[in-house]
């Protein structure tokens, strides 16, 4: 039975199937096999991580059936994020985001900085090839702040090459290379394969493009000579990609015919909706249908067409269009208005589901802005209440405080001034009756003796001898009946009245030149006090040479005699000179200093 050649090209195909199903259960069989031996769950994530570059169709049933048994929280964070790499080789970007998630969140929960770190890294590579550049910028810088603070070099050179790749595609192409640059220094330093070949592959493109084209060219060739050596095709095809732009740009068509050719017969070692496959056939098909090669690069693109679920870079809309370019460089009007059709109904339809998706999101932020305006008026409303409330209880605390503190003022005054008023009655009555005293003296004592004088002359005793007597009586009531007589009474200034304190010690007493100009109460008082502190230097210090100044509003006695105790004492001269000082509202203090005694009033302004 003969049969037709799409019958036998269908039986083929279908033949080819069986045959990768086999191989793949066979390779399967061989992983649990292998697994079988692990003797520990990390051993069998790690095992299924090494399976993603050859097979992640099985890498992934490998993770589905740890993924079922009894792990820890930092083991299903490694796991998730080996899920979540093996779906993204396999161009399944929604489930590598999902997978990368969950890793993400295990690895928060288990403080595994370097998984967390390396899931947030994959994440942003995914938002970025879903043209998604503010989510993959985020997630990129999450990213590098957990891995400044612990030393990895292999995660970190994977990070800075797709920030590197980030600013290329941003067109900002220094940037590209500064970070490209790192990126590359870092992976040989740590002397990863897969490191040094993201790393050097990203480093040459962006190189090219920044117009560094041999340099570029020499270092994409060297990851191509490393992925040949280690037997990594998808390595090889994601590099030949790179090359066939390269190459086509430069204007050398030998070359582009053949990476593509060479290209073409690694696809079937990789996986058809792989990121590496996706980026090879897109790049081809741009750069034949450039040359003119419009049926090859028509067949390249149904090709993409009939791959259901993968994760084309280009859009379908756009992809549409260069095929109807396609068919126009064929002369295939009618092929090209059916693809240009198709290109603007899915355009629409996208355009549509975008305005539609627009308007849904705009209709909920209303009603959530408005629900969130009415939430924030009430709390204003409030937080105006309990401000005002706050105010009110704060003014009558601080009224009340403040008549609290003027009545205890006013009362404190009054008791001082009632206290000062009585201190001044009871000196008042004090020198009240010294003068009393002092004229009873005068007048009374000093005639009585005058008289005894007379009548002594008349007698035949020793006159003489008797006389001088009743004169040394005389002159010594006189002297205390001018003691007690109040200063003030006699109408002298405070340095007169010191002036004749000094005559009366034989003149030990020095007056500065300085005026003393005080109040006469005050002028009382201090002449009182240097009166008193006079005799007790006299009696306890035994100076020779004593010292009344006046500075500013400051009095002050020094005497070279021994030290005097002020504070120490408690006789009636003390008490009496402290009386005095606090009925004037002075300040005294009382020190030794360079040998002399310094007695000091301060007297208030």
């Given amino acids: 039975m003969r049969l037709s050649e799409s019958e036998f090209v269908k039986y083929k195909c279908r033949a080819f199937d069986q045959i990768d199903a086999l191989r793949r259960g066979v390779f399967l069989s061989m992983v649990i096999a292998v697994s079988a031996f692990a003797d520990s769950i990390d051993k069998r994530i790690e095992l299924a991580n090494e399976f993603i570059e050859k097979d992640p169709d099985s890498a992934v049933r490998q993770c589905d059936s ?3 048994e009894r792990l820890s929280v930092a083991q299903r964070a490694k796991l998730y994020h080996t899920l979540g790499n093996a779906y993204f080789a396999l161009g399944n970007n929604e489930s590598a985001k999902d997978a990368f998630h969950r890793s993400i969140a295990y690895g928060r929960k288990a403080n595994d900085t370097l998984t967390w770190a390396s899931a947030l890294s994959d994440l942003g590579i995914c938002y970025r090839i879903t043209e998604k550049p503010d989510s993959a910028l985020m997630m990129y810088k999450q990213s590098l702040a957990l891995l400044e603070k612990i030393d990895a070099p292999s ?21 590209a ?23 050097g592959q990203t480093l040459g493109i962006v190189l090219y493009l920044r117009g560094d084209k041999r340099e570029g060219l020499a270092i994409e060739r060297e990851m191509v000579a490393i992925s040949e050596k280690r037997g990594l095709p998808r390595y090889i095809l994601k590099t030949y990609a790179s090359i066939i732009d390269m190459h086509y740009k430069d204007g050398r068509r030998d070359s582009v015919d053949y990476y593509i050719s060479r290209g073409q017969k690694l696809m079937s070692q990789v996986p058809e909706a792989s990121v590496e496959s996706m980026g090879f056939l897109e790049e081809s098909y741009v750069v034949l249908s450039a040359m003119g090669r419009y049926r090859e690069s028509l067949e390249i693109q149904n090709k993409i067409l009939s791959m259901r679920g993968a994760g084309t870079f280009m859009p379908f809309h756009k992809l549409y269009q260069r095929m109807a370019r396609n068919y126009k460089g064929l002369g295939d009007i009618e092929r090209m208005g059916e693809a240009y059709e198709r290109s603007i109904a899915i355009a629409d339809s996208l355009h549509g589901l975008e305005i539609d998706n627009q308007l849904s999101e705009f209709d909920v932020k209303y009603d959530t802005a408005q629900r969130e305006l009415q939430i924030a008026r009430l709390e204003t409303e409030k937080m105006r209440q309990r401000m005002w409330m706050a105010i ?9 405080l403040g008549l609290i503190i003027y009545f205890r003022s006013r009362r404190s005054r009054l008791r001082r001034s009632l206290e000062m008023q009585s201190l001044r009655s009871q000196l008042e009555a004090v020198d009240n009756e010294r003068a009393r005293l002092a004229a009873e003296l005068h007048d009374g004592v000093c005639s009585d003796l005058s008289g005894i004088a007379l009548m002594m002359q008349s007698s035949r005793t020793d006159r003489d001898e008797i006389v001088c007597m009743i004169d040394n009586v005389r002159t010594e009531v006189r002297s205390i009946s001018h003691s007690l007589m109040p200063p003030r009474l006699e109408g002298l200034t405070l340095k007169q009245l010191l002036q004749d304190l000094s005559l009366r010690n034989d003149g030990k007493i020095q007056i500065g030149e300085e005026d003393f100009n005080v109040e006469p109460d005050v002028s009382f008082q201090l002449y009182r006090i240097a009166q008193e502190w006079v005799d007790n230097i006299n009696r306890h210090s035994h100076a020779s040479r004593i010292i009344v100044r006046m500075h500013d509003r400051s009095f002050m006695i020094l005497d070279n005699g021994e030290e005097i105790r002020f504070e120490k004492s408690g006789g009636i001269g003390i008490d009496s000179i402290t009386k005095r000082v606090e009925s004037i509202g002075a300040a005294i203090a009382v ?15």
């Fill in 177 to 199: 290379v500064k970070y490209g640059t790192r990126a590359f220094d870092l992976a040989k330093r740590c002397g990863d394969i897969e490191t040094i070949m993201y790393a």
């Fill in 155 to 175: 995660e970190t050179s994977y990070l800075l090459t797709s920030i590197a790749v980030f600013y290329a595609n941003q067109g900002r192409f220094d940037e």
């Fill in 392 to 400: 009110t209880c704060v003014g009558a605390f601080l009224i009340i």
């Fill in 66 to 68: 740890i993924n079922e």
């Fill in 591 to 605: 020190r030794r200093e360079n040998g002399e005694n310094i007695l000091k009033i301060t007297l208030p302004d």
